[in-house]
């Protein structure tokens, strides 16, 4: 087959399926969001109830992100870094939220700090709430997330090796230092991605989030889950505003993603 031919064909066929699978239904959400018009989306979106997800949604995100970033860093030095017993199963268990349920992940909140779970007992006499409330729902989006930006970080430090924070440390530098000066240069670009992918991850958690948010509404519901329950009593138009609402959140990470990939290939190549 020609070659010419070939390109064009598969260029035809991923613009296709980008278009029926991620366009169209984006188109789609807009459109139902503005169908009793402006007025009636400007008072879905400005809703104190969806004001009051949102601004969990984001808080959620933040905190979520700050975990990650730390846990993120500090099992990637470790892992690519140093050999130690339990190093593969240590990478394997980094894995187990790609391959569980988010359901199943929100279960295994309930089971363990839930009012009848392992540490509910224990947590209910000192007044401390996990499940059906915030600090249930963040963890909950940390377990999902975490692999996002540790499988980001560990390819990269191990192909970049240690010769360079040795040489730092033969030359006097102390330990933050070299993270600093060496390594966090090195790294940063996939540090970005990785922190940029577990956002999008987060803004839009929904499986394990719902088991343990209890669904409240002004306290526990997040975006995804106001939409749901919006969605649940045929209050369709206002559904999908505050899903565009969420949508137009996705875009711009993703137009931060697409700007993090350009600036990286400026740097790797800076006379195209």
Do not use: C
């Not at 169209?24 to 400007?42: I, S």
């Not at 690519?80 to 929100?106: C, N």
């Amino acid at each position: 087959m020609n070659p010419a031919w070939t390109r064009r064909a598969l260029i035809v066929i991923a613009v296709s399926f980008v278009a029926l699978l991620v366009l169209l239904p984006v188109a789609a959400v807009f459109t139902e969001a503005f169908r009793k018009g402006a007025g009636f989306y400007l008072k879905s979106i400005g809703d104190p109830l969806t004001l009051a997800a949102l601004r969990l949604t984001l808080s959620i995100t933040a905190t979520t992100i700050a975990g990650n970033l730390a846990f993120g860093l500090m099992a990637s030095w470790l892992i690519a870094k140093f050999s130690f017993p339990g190093r593969s199963l240590l990478l394997s268990l980094i894995d187990i939220p790609f391959a569980v349920s988010p359901v199943i992940s929100g279960l295994i909140f309930i089971l363990v700090f839930g009012a009848r779970g392992w540490f509910g007992g224990w947590l209910m006499d000192r007044g401390i709430q996990i499940v059906f409330a915030p600090p249930g729902m963040i963890l909950a989006t940390i377990f999902v997330t975490f692999p996002f930006i540790a499988r980001e970080l560990i390819p990269l430090m191990q192909e970049q090796g240690s010769e360079e924070e040795e040489a730092a440390v033969l030359l006097g530098a102390g330990g933050w230092q070299t993270f600093r000066r060496v390594t966090l240069p090195n790294i940063r670009w996939a540090l970005v991605y990785g922190v940029i992918l577990a956002n999008a991850r987060a803004m839009g958690e929904f499986g394990a989030v719902s088991v343990v948010s209890g669904h409240i509404r002004g306290r526990t519901n997040t975006l995804p889950l106001h939409i749901e329950i919006l969605y649940n009593e045929y209050n369709f138009s206002a559904a999908f505003a505050v899903a565009s609402l969420l949508t137009l959140l996705a875009l711009v990470t993703l137009a931060v993603k697409a700007a993090l990939e350009w600036k990286i290939r400026t740097e790797e190549r800076p006379w195209q």
